[in-house]
């Protein structure tokens, strides 16, 4: 069965408003203040909490 009236723009945007895509958090290393995902090793230095640190492999 088809709809008997259009839906309007603004009632489609309205419905879809909580759609939109929500902005990552990062935090700042605290060894070498790079951006980095919380509660994850840092992707430039591969530190993780003051007594670990994560030997990071170097691409050639």
Known sequence: M???KK???SRTRTRRSHHALKPVNY???PKCNQ???PHAACDNCGF???TLTLDLGKES
């Open 35 to 37: 951006a980095k995902l």
């Open 27 to 29: 935090s700042i290393c």
């Open 2 to 4: 088809l709809p008997v």
């Open 48 to 50: 993780v909490k003051p």
């Open 7 to 9: 839906t309007s723009k």
